[in-house]
C-alpha cells in the first residue's frame, strides 16, 4: 500500500494531466453525440446483417487508411476507458465508444441489439429530431 502512496506522490502531474485529458473526452463526446446520431442513415438498421460498401469491396487506399485510423483510434479509447476504470474519467462509456469504432465480426448485430432496446431507440430518435433529421427506422423481425 506504501508502494502505491508513493507512486501517486511522485506522479501527481501525469494523473492530473490523465484527468484534464478524460474530462476533455467526455464534453467532446457530449458535443458530438447529437451530431454522430444525426449522420445514421434513417435506414441503416433495417436490415439483420450489414451490407459491404462499394468501396470495401474495392480496396481503395482511402478506405484502408480510414479503416486503419478508425480502428487505431478505436483501440486507443478502449484502452484509455479501461485505464479510466482506475482513473479519474467515464471509463464504461469510453470504453464503448471504442467497441464502436473497432471493425470485428457481429458488431453490426451488437449495435443492432443496443439501438432496439426500449429505452435506446427512443432517446435516438429524440437526438435526431432535434437536429431535423427522420426517425430510425428498424425492422424487428
Not at 463526446?29 to 433495417?46: C, T
Amino acid at each position: 500500500m506504501s508502494t502505491a502512496i508513493e507512486w501517486l506522490n511522485e506522479n501527481q502531474q501525469l494523473l492530473i494531466q490523465l484527468g484534464g485529458l478524460s474530462a476533455l473526452i467526455f464534453v467532446l463526446s457530449l458535443l458530438a453525440l447529437p451530431w454522430l446520431v444525426a449522420k445514421i442513415p434513417e435506414d441503416y438498421f433495417v436490415q439483420k446483417t450489414r451490407q459491404s460498401s462499394l468501396s470495401r469491396k474495392r480496396l481503395s487506399v482511402f478506405w484502408l487508411m480510414t479503416f486503419l485510423i478508425k480502428n487505431l483510434l478505436g483501440i486507443i479509447l478502449l484502452g484509455s476507458g479501461f485505464l479510466m476504470l482506475f482513473l479519474p474519467g467515464q471509463g464504461i462509456l469510453t470504453m464503448f465508444a471504442g467497441l464502436l469504432m473497432i471493425d470485428y465480426p457481429g458488431k453490426y448485430l451488437l449495435e443492432r441489439k443496443i439501438v432496439l432496446h426500449h429505452t435506446i431507440l427512443p432517446k435516438l430518435n429524440w437526438l435526431r429530431k432535434k437536429a431535423n433529421q427522420p426517425p430510425l427506422k428498424i425492422n424487428q423481425r
